[in-house]
């Protein structure tokens, strides 16, 4: 299930992720902070489980 929420941020990444909407490899910005933040998240986790302890 989805969940809606409220961001803020500069216009410079709001203009960005209008050309990558427009370029049809995402439905819409939504998709696109989805897929970065899940991105994001697989490397960090990534990061944890190789780094020594």
Do not use: C, Q, W, Y
Not at 24 to 43: M, P, T
């Amino acid at each position: 299930m989805k969940e809606r929420i409220s961001v803020t941020i500069d216009r410079e990444i709001v203009d960005l992720l209008d050309k990558l909407s427009k370029k049809r490899k995402f439905r819409n910005r939504s998709h696109i902070v989805e897929f970065a933040v899940g991105k994001l998240a697989e490397e960090e986790l990534a990061d944890d489980i190789n780094s020594p302890k």
